[in-house]
């Protein structure tokens, strides 16, 4: 028996079988068949294993359906964990907390350090005694200058109320100013340090 | 008027998949009805003697479980096989790593051919059972693949998890292999 060459025919052998091949190629395949003894010996080795699988065991569907389970137990994920949530709450609380915390120092630091903000602020926010700060000898006036003297002097030049001043008020408020640094340093000194300086 | 059950269209395994993720568990049973007998004829002519009923339940549990990941580019029939096979697999390796430590018993022997009296009971199927068992494992799985199961080279091959190419020369080798074996019987 010679051996046949049309491998396309040969590969077509199980879709005969199984019913998938078309009018025209199920046509091709019977016309090849009837001459091609190898062909016709190996549709029967196909139809012969084929019919052979019947022998495995009958499958319970209803025992393989109880072990699947319900979708929606299969396919978590939908909802966080309750435990993430609660760290994801805490994350958002420490990040609020660390924005409004940090936010409201740097502002107060800004209020405290900008000349423009303390000049504008008016008298009552900054009666600072600045004489009491720097001589001892005339503490009852210094404590009425210090009560209407700004610490700065643009807020000196600024401020309305020092023409209410007395002449002997504003020649001891001149001289307290002769005391001062002729340049200003880069940061305002706290008062504090005002104080330690002179009155000590 | 509505349709009678008898004169509704088949569903596709795609509309029936939706319906079971929509919480109807009688797709469930029509899908697993529909294919878990080719998972069988798979999976014992694939050489499995034991245990088939539990390996086509394992394949459905998985691959219920992770039937989001299909896409439908191939059909289900042909990724329920690739999940089968995958089992199999695991199986024969689990089993081969147990015959490393464990030495087999006499009544192992006995049992298997117990089974497989049950199993094969006329001497053709034997013939075939033999025949088929003188492949490579490969070989095997391509051949009644596409004999038993009339899955296209394509289809084969993505099983198989090689190309199209391969999976033809495996069924040519395969048949000449499983004839020459039935003709000198």
């Given at each position: 028996m010679n051996k046949c060459i049309d491998t396309e025919i040969q590969e077509m052998l199980p879709d005969l079988l199984h019913g998938s091949l078309d009018g025209h190629e199920r046509q091709r395949v019977a016309a090849h068949l009837a001459t091609c003894e190898s062909c016709r010996e190996d549709l029967d080795v196909i139809r012969t294993v084929k019919g052979a699988a019947v022998f495995a065991p009958a499958i319970d569907v209803d025992r393989v359906v109880r072990q699947i389970p319900p979708y929606r137990m299969i396919v978590p994920g939908v909802e966080q964990p309750t435990r993430t949530r609660i760290v994801s709450w805490l994350v958002a609380a420490a990040v609020i907390l660390a924005v409004v915390g940090g936010g409201s120092v740097l502002i107060s630091k800004q209020l405290k350090t900008t000349p423009a903000a303390i000049a504008t602020a008016g008298p009552e926010s900054v009666k600072v005694p600045i004489a009491t700060t720097t001589r001892n000898d005339s503490q009852a006036t210094a404590t009425n200058v210090g009560s209407l003297a700004p610490t700065h002097p643009r807020a000196l030049a600024l401020?309305?109320?020092?023409?209410?001043?007395s002449d002997g008020n504003l020649r001891q408020l001149m001289n307290d100013m002769n005391?001062?640094?002729?340049l200003p340093a880069a940061e305002p000194e706290p008062v504090i340090a005002v104080d330690s300086g002179d009155s000590l | 008027m509505t349709p009678s059950p008898q004169s509704r269209p088949e569903e596709t395994d795609m509309e029936l998949i939706n319906r079971w993720k929509a919480g109807d568990s009688r797709a469930a049973t029509r899908l697993v009805g529909r294919h878990s007998q080719a998972l069988a004829r798979f999976a014992a002519s694939a050489g499995?003697?034991?245990?088939i009923e539990e390996l086509v339940q394992d394949t459905f549990v998985r691959a219920f479980a992770s039937?989001?990941?299909?896409?439908?580019?191939?059909?289900l029939r042909t990724w329920l096989f690739t999940i089968e096979r995958r089992l199999m697999l695991d199986r024969r390796r689990a089993e081969r790593r147990s015959r490393e430590t464990v030495p087999v018993q006499e009544s192992d022997h006995v049992s298997e051919y117990g089974a497989l009296d049950g199993l094969i009971a006329e001497e053709a199927q034997e013939r075939v059972r033999k025949s088929l068992d003188a492949l490579s494992p490969t070989q095997r799985e391509v051949f009644t693949l596409r004999?038993?199961?009339?899955?296209?080279y394509k289809e084969i091959a993505e099983v198989v998890g090689s190309t199209e190419g391969a999976a033809r020369v495996h069924y040519h080798n395969a048949i000449r292999t499983v004839k020459e074996f039935l003709r000198d019987e």
């Amino acid at each position: 028996m010679n051996k046949c060459i049309d491998t396309e025919i040969q590969e077509m052998l199980p879709d005969l079988l199984h019913g998938s091949l078309d009018g025209h190629e199920r046509q091709r395949v019977a016309a090849h068949l009837a001459t091609c003894e190898s062909c016709r010996e190996d549709l029967d080795v196909i139809r012969t294993v084929k019919g052979a699988a019947v022998f495995a065991p009958a499958i319970d569907v209803d025992r393989v359906v109880r072990q699947i389970p319900p979708y929606r137990m299969i396919v978590p994920g939908v909802e966080q964990p309750t435990r993430t949530r609660i760290v994801s709450w805490l994350v958002a609380a420490a990040v609020i907390l660390a924005v409004v915390g940090g936010g409201s120092v740097l502002i107060s630091k800004q209020l405290k350090t900008t000349p423009a903000a303390i000049a504008t602020a008016g008298p009552e926010s900054v009666k600072v005694p600045i004489a009491t700060t720097t001589r001892n000898d005339s503490q009852a006036t210094a404590t009425n200058v210090g009560s209407l003297a700004p610490t700065h002097p643009r807020a000196l030049a600024l401020s309305s109320d020092i023409d209410n001043l007395s002449d002997g008020n504003l020649r001891q408020l001149m001289n307290d100013m002769n005391q001062f640094d002729v340049l200003p340093a880069a940061e305002p000194e706290p008062v504090i340090a005002v104080d330690s300086g002179d009155s000590l | 008027m509505t349709p009678s059950p008898q004169s509704r269209p088949e569903e596709t395994d795609m509309e029936l998949i939706n319906r079971w993720k929509a919480g109807d568990s009688r797709a469930a049973t029509r899908l697993v009805g529909r294919h878990s007998q080719a998972l069988a004829r798979f999976a014992a002519s694939a050489g499995e003697r034991e245990g088939i009923e539990e390996l086509v339940q394992d394949t459905f549990v998985r691959a219920f479980a992770s039937l989001d990941s299909f896409r439908g580019e191939s059909s289900l029939r042909t990724w329920l096989f690739t999940i089968e096979r995958r089992l199999m697999l695991d199986r024969r390796r689990a089993e081969r790593r147990s015959r490393e430590t464990v030495p087999v018993q006499e009544s192992d022997h006995v049992s298997e051919y117990g089974a497989l009296d049950g199993l094969i009971a006329e001497e053709a199927q034997e013939r075939v059972r033999k025949s088929l068992d003188a492949l490579s494992p490969t070989q095997r799985e391509v051949f009644t693949l596409r004999v038993q199961q009339g899955l296209s080279y394509k289809e084969i091959a993505e099983v198989v998890g090689s190309t199209e190419g391969a999976a033809r020369v495996h069924y040519h080798n395969a048949i000449r292999t499983v004839k020459e074996f039935l003709r000198d019987e």
